[in-house]
């Protein structure tokens, strides 16, 4: 009798071992476009992103690559210009925010356009900022996450400007247009009350 308690016990054991781990999904475009749209991979058990999460254009080329681990990202993050080819950007996260070294790169050559260092979601420098043709502009009078950040278009015209404090935007966020058009959005701590969202750089 112990025996065949035993045997029900272990095959329950492993049935309930094989319901676990990820399980992939892929999912496909519609209104009769064919190809993938993307593919992730999901815990067995609780149903959350869990590993590597994949997206791709219509013509299949790869779009992003992102590692997630209980249902946030976490790890190495990949974005990829729509050919697919060249790296568009690359970032790491911790718990669904960035952290360390983020890089930015143009589609027509691959060159550097940024180098931003970010403290777990928090905006530390803009170390390096270039225009298309490579040369280098100025990001602002900032350090340590606090001070005035600009940021460019791909042409290397002013785009941004705003203000950091301890590493989340402080104060008035201003656009500005190639024709020299001025909006402005009002942060605190981050945060926008009338779009109801935190605001992140990258």
Known sequence: MRFYQNAFLLSSFLMFFQSC?????TEYYTFGDEGINQQYEVDRLFGYL???ATTYTIEGNLLSKYHYRR??????AEMYCESGAQLFSKAH???DQ???IYEEYFCENGQLRAKVL??????????????RKGDSLFSGDHSDGNGTVLKYDEYGNLSNRFTIKNGLVDGYFVSITNTGYKDSTLYVNGYNEEQDYHFSLY
Not at 21 to 25: C, E, H, M, Y
Not at 71 to 76: E, F, S, V
């Open 118 to 131: 970010y403290d777990l979601g928090k905006l530390v420098e803009v170390s390096e900022i270039f225009d």
């Open 50 to 52: 869990n590993g590597v």
């Open 21 to 25: 781990g990820n399980k992939q999904i």
């Open 98 to 100: 960035i952290d360390g």
């Open 93 to 95: 996260f911790v718990n």
């Open 71 to 76: 249902g946030k990202a976490h790890g190495r």
